[in-house]
Nanobody, 116 residues
């Protein structure tokens, strides 16, 4: 089994910053790809950022230059540093871990609210 526990969400003013963390435990390997998705009310869940076991990253166009994904394999933790936050970044943010192709695990989600 895989457990993903997110933390770091909250309420912040526009222009502010937050750092999300996701601690993974269970049957995982440091080479597993991990990522962050988000879902705003009334919208589909979307990819925010991903990182491979080797550290290669990809980002949604809407967050490029503002968000940074990183990982600490020794701690089995992935981070999402979010700067210059905008009200449209308000969403529930979910951590993911890909144990194998087609086998993705999800965290329970953490709320991020950006006030204008």
């Amino acid at each position: 089994q895989v457990q993903l526990v997110e933390s770091g969400g909250g309420l912040v003013q526009a222009g502010g910053s937050l750092r999300l963390s996701c601690a993974a435990s269970g049957s995982i390997f440091s080479l597993n790809a991990m990522g962050w998705y988000r879902q705003a009310p009334g919208k589909q869940r979307e990819l925010v950022a991903g990182i491979t076991g080797g550290g290669r990253t990809n980002y949604a166009d809407t967050v490029k230059g503002r968000f940074t994904i990183s990982r600490d394999n020794a701690k089995n933790t992935v981070y999402l540093q979010m700067n210059s936050l905008k009200p449209e970044d308000t969403a529930v943010y979910y951590c993911t871990l890909d144990r194998a192709p087609g086998l993705r695990h999800w965290g329970q989600g953490t709320q991020v609210t950006v006030s204008s």
